[in-house]
Structures are given as structure tokens and as C-alpha cells.
């Protein structure tokens, strides 16, 4: 399985802020809707959630701002499994412009809920199976040098 890319999405107007650029928090919402796509495949989104009363919460999520982007701009997101544990899983996103540019970069950690508690639970086999093919899978491709780096000033 390569690094998975989600279709292009659109900056909307009303996502940018006084700057003229997307404002911060809209980042995110871009690259959770990557990830989104990327459960889908693994079947680990919606229809999963209402099949089997199971979901995905974000436990953690940083975001690297590279470049500006702004309102009517496509962008994709990458996603890259780094490791998976029975009840998680680690990865990093890009979120690259149509033109090729990379915009911004995300690392968090995903985990699987049983809704009944809210509490973490154990996959069942069949999505992890999909997540552990998939970090071997990614694995083959160096970890980017950004991944777990600590946050700190330039000086």
C-alpha cells in the first residue's frame, strides 16, 4: 500500500482570516478530513462506527505551518502509518498544494473507542490486520526528519 493521498480539496473563502492566508485551525480541519479518507479505505470511518458502535479519536496532533495558502487553493493530504498498536496508531500527514508544494506537515496518534464507555478498545482483527499491512507497507519509505521532533525557538 503506498502512502495514501486523498483527492484535492478546496480552501474556502470563509476559512481564511484577516491575513488573507487559511487561518490556523482550518489546517487541521483539512488534514482530519485526509485522514478521513484514508479510514475509509481501511474501513475504520463512518460506516464502521455505525456498524459496530467503534470510532477513532484523536489521543494527540501537532501541525508544522510551511507555507501560506489561501482561499481557493486545492490541496491533498498524504498519509503515512508509522506504527500500530492493538488500540492506536501513529502517522504523519502532509498537506500538499495543487502545484506540488508541500503546505503544511501533521504527526498524531489515532485511537480506536468503544463508544459504550467512551474507552479505549482492542481493534478487531480485521482493521488491524489493514493498519499493520499498511505500516509495513509505509514502512519501506524513511520516516521524514520532522516526525517526533522536539518544538523549540530558532536562535
Not at 503544511?104 to 459504550?116: K, P, R
Request: with cysteine; charged share 20%.
Amino acid at each position: 500500500m503506498p502512502i495514501f493521498t486523498s483527492p484535492l480539496m478546496d480552501v474556502k473563502q470563509e476559512w481564511t482570516d484577516y491575513n488573507g492566508h487559511l487561518n490556523m485551525a482550518y489546517y487541521g480541519v483539512l488534514f482530519d478530513l485526509g485522514l478521513e479518507f484514508f479510514n475509509t479505505g481501511i474501513d475504520l470511518a463512518e460506516a464502521y462506527m455505525r456498524r459496530t458502535a467503534h470510532t477513532t479519536y484523536s489521543a494527540e496532533f501537532r501541525i508544522r505551518y510551511l507555507r501560506e495558502v489561501h482561499a481557493g487553493a486545492k490541496v491533498s493530504a498524504t498519509t503515512h502509518v508509522l506504527d500500530v498498536g492493538p488500540k492506536a496508531f501513529h502517522f504523519c500527514q502532509e498537506l500538499i498544494h495543487e502545484d506540488g508544494w508541500i503546505a503544511a506537515t501533521g504527526e498524531g496518534i489515532s485511537l480506536h473507542i468503544d463508544q459504550s464507555g467512551p474507552r479505549v478498545a482492542a481493534y478487531p482483527p480485521e482493521q488491524f490486520a489493514r493498519l499493520q499491512a499498511a505500516a509495513a507497507d509505509h514502512g519501506a519509505r524513511p520516516v521524514p526528519d520532522w516526525v517526533g521532533a522536539p518544538m523549540r525557538l530558532r536562535k
